[in-house]
Nanobody
Framework: QVQLMESGGGPVPAGGSLRPSCAASVSRNCMGWFRQAPGKEREVVAIIGRYRGPAYGADVMGRFTISQDVAENTLYLQMNDLKIEDTAMYYC???????????????????WGQGTQVTVTV
C-alpha cells in the first residue's frame, strides 16, 4: 500500500525553527507540503518536482525550504523564523504516478499523509 508518513512536528516558540519530514513508500514526480489551520481552508506551502525546482506559497517564501532525498524517498520542510500564524496541521502529498503536472495546485495531489501538527507559541 502506498503511504506517506509525516513526522517532526511539535511545539516551537515564535522565531524558532522546525524540520518535519515525510517518508514515502514510493517515488513520485512531484511532492509537496500543505497545511490547514482550524477554521481555515487547506493551503499549499511548498512543492518540488523531479523535473522542476521548488515553489512556495507567498506566506512562507523566504522562510521555508523544501527539499528531498530521492534515494531515501524522503521529503523535508525546513521552517525558519516561525510565526504564530504558521500553526497548523502540515500534510505531505504526492501526485499520481502517471501525472506530469507539478505546481502550487492542491488538486494535482491525490496521495496524502495523516499530517503532523506544528504549534508556534508566544
Amino acid at each position: 500500500q502506498v503511504q506517506l508518513m509525516e513526522s517532526g512536528g511539535g511545539p516551537v516558540p515564535a522565531g524558532g525553527s522546525l524540520r518535519p519530514s515525510c517518508a514515502a513508500s514510493v517515488s513520485r514526480n512531484c511532492m509537496g507540503w500543505f497545511r490547514q489551520a482550524p477554521g481555515k481552508e487547506r493551503e499549499v506551502v511548498a512543492i518540488i518536482g523531479r523535473y522542476r525546482g521548488p515553489a512556495y506559497g507567498a506566506d512562507v517564501m523566504g522562510r521555508f525550504t523544501i527539499s528531498q532525498d530521492v534515494a531515501e524517498n524522503t521529503l523535508y520542510l525546513q521552517m525558519n523564523d516561525l510565526k504564530i500564524e504558521d500553526t497548523a496541521m502540515y500534510y505531505c502529498a504526492a501526485t499520481p504516478r502517471e501525472s506530469g503536472r507539478c505546481g502550487l495546485v492542491s488538486s494535482y495531489f491525490t496521495l496524502w499523509g495523516q499530517g503532523t501538527q506544528v504549534t508556534v507559541t508566544v
